[in-house]
């Protein structure tokens, strides 16, 4: 095992955090290796390589997630208690963040494998989805690994209203689909508690010579 320690330290150091200041342990210029480092050695079905990633920070940061909220807001149909229950998080877990990163899959790459490939139209998909996990993964850990807190967000799956707002800011192009946001700054606070279900009952093992 001496051989994956490293990794796994590096693994179990990874956690959510909400709690974010605007601060920074990279420069922006090491930020935008570590992203693309990790772009570049993703996994992806076939390599299609469908992954896309754009990095904001500062006041874009703050911008993306008024839009989002905006967004959100319009969903909750004028529920008060609603609106303040996401407001305090947008403003105090998110918001307070140095930079977002948001992940993508350009569904032309996704289509292109479909046309190509018409057995596994309906798989192709879920490839898109568990590639853009890992990738996710991959970044979430080493930024951990660099002394930087994160979380993982889904608003710009919610409706295809936040998602549109949201890409039409940033100029990304439309075959763009958003998988997921990821928050990030040096954390204010740790982590919270977390429980872990008896493994006996989530992994089964049948050895055999
Ligand atoms: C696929 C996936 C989707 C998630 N979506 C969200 C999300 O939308 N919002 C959020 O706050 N956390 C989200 N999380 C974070 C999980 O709640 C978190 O990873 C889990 O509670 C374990 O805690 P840990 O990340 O500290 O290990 C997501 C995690 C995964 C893997």
Do not use: C
């Not at 529920?79 to 948001?102: A, M, P």
């Not at 949201?166 to 508690?193: D, H, I, R, Y």
């Amino acid at each position: 095992m001496s051989a994956s320690a490293a990794f796994f330290d590096a693994v179990e150091a990874r956690r959510t955090s909400y709690a974010l200041t605007n601060k920074s342990t990279l420069s922006d210029s090491e930020l935008q290796a570590l992203v693309e480092r990790a772009v570049k050695h993703a996994p992806s079905s076939f390599n299609s390589q469908s992954a896309r990633v754009v990095i904001i920070t500062g006041q874009k940061h703050r911008e993306l997630w008024d839009t989002v909220f905006a967004g959100l807001k319009n969903t909750l149909g004028g529920n008060e208690q609603q609106e303040n229950y996401y407001k305090e998080k947008f403003e105090n877990s998110y918001k307070t963040g140095y930079g977002t990163i948001l992940f993508y899959e350009d569904q032309a790459v996704v289509n292109t494998f479909i046309t190509k490939f018409p057995t596994l139209a309906q798989a192709f998909p879920v490839f898109s989805q568990n590639s853009a996990g890992m990738l996710q993964y991959i970044v979430w850990t080493a930024l951990a690994k660099e002394g930087l807190g994160a979380s993982l967000q889904h608003y710009g799956a919610i409706t295809p209203e936040i998602e549109t707002a949201v890409t039409a800011g940033l100029g990304v192009p439309t075959t763009w689909k958003s998988t997921a946001m990821m928050p990030f700054g040096v954390p204010s606070a740790g982590p919270g508690e977390k429980t872990f279900q008896p493994l006996e009952e989530r992994v089964k093992t049948i050895f055999s010579a």
